[in-house]
């Protein structure tokens, strides 16, 4: 007789079963079909169907709706996506092929990239996979017999993997022909892949490293109906719509260049002109704020980095120069003349809080296989402030930061989300200090009656955090804010202030953004907005088309007053067809078009016409100018008017 062991169900019920009875026939037992579950939890483990249970245990199965279902079935996917593309290639190298945010992708070292032809061919493949409802079998092996199975399929990528595991047993998963190391779990059999679709290829190299082999990336997404899976692929064709790439490029907003190097923007006229829009945005809306205006140097003596710890903890993301037989960093982050500027002069507690602000351009080391888009570059600038205060006056400061934050956004038309982040297992500071810092960031959200998430242990070594996910057009969260507690600065740069009891006390430190990072904020602006700008942030707020030649010095004429206003405003003097130039400016999302012809040119007047096809009656330049400053007030709730450039 084999051995009994029990099984406890998440009804509260226990069942006994004989030793080695498998997950599946648990499950089935209790009334359900076991074809209502892709996969189980043992001990709170997710494993397979199949997988035989050996001890007394806690017993749950994983339905198709239950959290962490779908990420089962695109793993699976994207090991049937592997299976497929060896049938076409078998001569590829398989690497890594993981679940990820909204689908799967799986990396192949081969000859030449994928074309959309080979995505389609391997799409269909995996329908036939699908189709032959291939069991996904399980099998655990000493470390060194996997070695040996993997070399001697010349899967190197898979060997190397191995030779950095500790682990003296590893699992491998095969369906049909195809065999990969794999923790899994896996869904059963490959007949529960019914809604997919392979959505694009990119290169990536080898652990994101660009010193690695390039591999060829497919991307595939997975749902278990076909309903769902539509709705996703809607969203993916609106997202590449307005993926700011390609909108960058198609308004001429920036560009980058091998030439010059990866992740470092190159700003166009049109692309330069809203960044100086919302820097002097930003400059105004920190002046009322309370904050002074700084700027410090680019590069800093590296003595200076250590002492600031960024030497230790951040070195292989910065950029180190030589000047004089002296080493410098290029700045990371602006934090260290801010508080230089604090050491220059004895501090009184009357003098605080001090808000230092600055534009700060900053250059950090990230790995070429993130960069992407202005979303990850190398180079970007931050607007960035420090605030240094008594720790009486820190609610206050962050309070008013959580509404600098609420009112710009709004401005912006972003809804978002917080979350506070907490001491992490590796910190410095005293759990005095750490009690009062995230104490503080929960009060203020508290008293602001914000619903917040805490992150247990993801705040930084030096201090607790809060992080601001904004919410745009298509749902998506981006991290922009962020306001961090910092204990350590203050500290190693000894800094003090002079207190009511005229003995020496430490000031509290904070560092805050509000757009983040420009190059960042504005890859997501262009996004939320597709291209089409407000019309206080649009570069260019009028086009004037004329009907034919004849127009052009009155169109000129025009084009000098509103300039002479503060419009931004050209005129298209290339000798096209009206309807062309029309077509055009609604491509380049102008707000307004001005058409200019006979009759205009007769009465003196303009007839302007709106990006959504909106016409306006006649009107002088004089009040046209007038209904733009009014509609840049009313779009900037208020802040901007023609006069921001
Ligand atoms: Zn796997
Ligand atoms: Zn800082």
Redesign the pocket.
């Known amino acids: 007789m084999p051995k009994e062991i029990e099984i406890a169900l998440p009804d509260g019920s226990k069942q006994r079963v004989a030793q080695g009875t498998a997950v599946s026939e648990i499950l089935g037992k209790k009334g359900h079909s076991p074809k209502g579950y892709v996969a189980a939890k043992l001990n709170g483990q997710p494993v397979d169907l199949s997988r035989s249970v050996e001890e007394d245990a806690v017993l749950e199965g994983i339905e198709a709706d239950s959290p962490g279902a779908l990420e089962i079935l695109r793993h699976s996917a994207a090991h049937i996506m592997a299976q497929a593309v060896k049938s076409f290639f078998p001569e590829a190298r398989i690497a890594i092929g993981p679940a990820i945010e909204n689908g799967f992708y799986y990396d192949f070292d081969v000859s030449r990239p994928f074309t959309q032809e080979d995505l389609e061919k391997i799409e269909t493949r995996m329908r036939e996979i699908a189709s032959q409802k291939l069991a996904f079998s399980r099998r655990d092996m000493p470390r060194e017999e996997a070695i040996g199975l993997f070399s001697g399929l010349g899967e190197k990528y898979k060997v190397e993997l191995l030779e950095e595991f500790t682990d003296p047993v590893v699992s491998i998963y095969q369906q049909g022909d195809f065999i990969d190391l794999c923790r899994g779990p896996h869904i059963p059999d490959s007949g529960l892949l019914r809604a997919f679709k392979l959505t694009s290829v990119a290169g990536a190299y080898w652990r994101g490293d660009e010193h690695n082999p390039m591999l060829q990336r497919i991307y595939g997404t997975a749902f278990w109906d076909v309903e769902s899976l539509k709705k996703y692929l809607a969203f993916l064709e609106e997202a590449q719509k307005r993926d700011h790439r390609r909108l960058g490029k198609e308004l001429d907003l920036f560009s980058f260049s091998d030439e010059v190097g990866a992740g470092m923007v190159i700003w166009h006229p049109k692309g330069a002109l809203i960044r100086h829009i919302l820097e002097n945005f930003e400059k105004r809306e920190h002046l009322r704020r309370g904050y002074q205006i700084v700027i410090g140097p680019t590069l800093l003596k590296t003595e200076l980095w250590k002492r600031s710890g960024h030497f230790d903890h951040y070195r292989e993301n910065m950029y180190f120069t030589e000047i004089d037989e002296q080493s410098y960093g290029v700045k990371p ?3 260290l003349s801010h508080m230089l500027i604090y050491k220059s002069k004895i501090r009184s507690y009357r003098d605080l809080p001090l808000r230092y602000f600055e534009l700060g351009t900053v250059h950090r080391h990230e790995k070429s296989g993130v960069l992407h888009g202005l979303l990850r570059v190398r180079q970007f600038t931050q607007d ?1 402030a ?1 605030i240094l205060c008594t720790p009486d006056q820190l609610n206050d400061e962050i309070k008013s930061i959580i509404d600098f934050v609420i009112e710009v956004m709004g401005i912006f038309g972003f809804e978002f989300e917080m979350e506070i982040s907490t001491r992490p297992e590796k910190s410095i500071g005293t759990d005095e200090d750490w009690e009062r810092a995230t104490g503080a960031l929960m009060k203020a959200l508290d008293e602001k009656g914000f619903r917040y998430q805490i992150c247990e242990g993801d705040g930084a070594f030096y201090g607790p955090k809060i992080d601001v996910k904004l919410k745009d057009a298509l749902d998506r969260r981006w991290q922009c804010a962020t306001i961090q507690c910092d204990f350590t600065l203050p500290e190693r740069f000894d800094l003090t202030y002079v207190g009511a009891d005229g003995a020496r006390h430490r000031p509290v430190m904070v ?1 805050r953004v509000i757009l983040g990072a420009i190059e960042r904020f504005m890859g997501v602006l262009i996004e939320h907005y597709a291209g089409a700008f407000p019309t206080w942030l649009a570069p260019l707020q009028a086009m004037i088309v004329t009907v034919t030649d004849g127009q052009i010095d009155f169109a000129r004429e025009v084009c000098r007053q509103l300039q002479g206003r503060g419009v931004r405003v050209e005129v298209d003097m290339r000798s096209e067809k009206l309807g062309y130039k029309i077509r055009d400016a609604q491509m380049q999302k102008v707000p307004y078009m001005l058409v200019i012809g006979n009759k205009e040119v007769e009465n003196g007047t303009i007839a302007p016409r709106r990006r959504d096809g909106t016409q306006l009656s006649l009107m002088t330049p004089a009040q046209f100018a007038e209904l733009v400053e009014k509609e840049c007030i009313e779009s900037s709730k208020g802040r901007v008017g023609l006069n921001i450039v």
């Open positions: 982050m602006n934090c960035d420090h560092h």
